[in-house]
């Protein structure tokens, strides 16, 4: 089996492995809509302090304020964050088109390759975005608080890769949760939640 195949064979498992933990994030929620784990309230808290790419402190304060979307993803991402990434353009493009907003912010898992600077460059291109990283135990905090799914995944070359949780997740202006956008959501299901959030 060839090097690539090899890759290609541990991106198939890590997109099953995501769509799995999206199923299950989903399913948390009662039949009724009612909230039994109490995430609208909990999600997002907790004690975590990160740096962003424009130099400020990433805390749960971040989540109030505006129209919030946190994703988790990292910079060597073969797929999952560059395709998340150009679905938030779009989302940026019609929102600003009816003269509403999102800040969203792209949370690394993998600090050791992320620093502040790589971010910047890594996020530049899509408008509203700001990136997010710190020091693995800071890191690994932010993942408890937003209940987030990381694994560093070894390959055959002594790199490695990263499986994480790739839905991007939905806070009010009160800094409470409101829903996830599963990865590869069509964009106006997407947008449909984003702006029931806004309006409501």
Known sequence: MTRNMKRAGIALWAAVLVAF???????LAAPDGSD???LTDTLGQGDYALTTTEGETFTAENLKGGATAVFFG????PEVCPTT???VSLWQEALAADGQALNVYFVTVDPERDTVDTLRDYVSWVPGVTGVSGTPEQVKAAE??????????PLDDGGYTMDHSASVLL?????RFYEPIGYQEGTDRALA?????IES
């Open 171 to 175: 806070f009010d202006d009160q800094g």
């Open 36 to 38: 039994p784990l109490n």
């Open 144 to 153: 408890a608080a937003f209940r987030i799914y990381a694994r560093q995944v």
């Open 193 to 197: 939640k984003i702006r029931r959030m």
């Open 74 to 77: 990292f910079t060597h991402c």
């Open 21 to 27: 933990a999206a199923v299950v994030w989903l399913q």
């Open 85 to 87: 990434l150009g679905d």
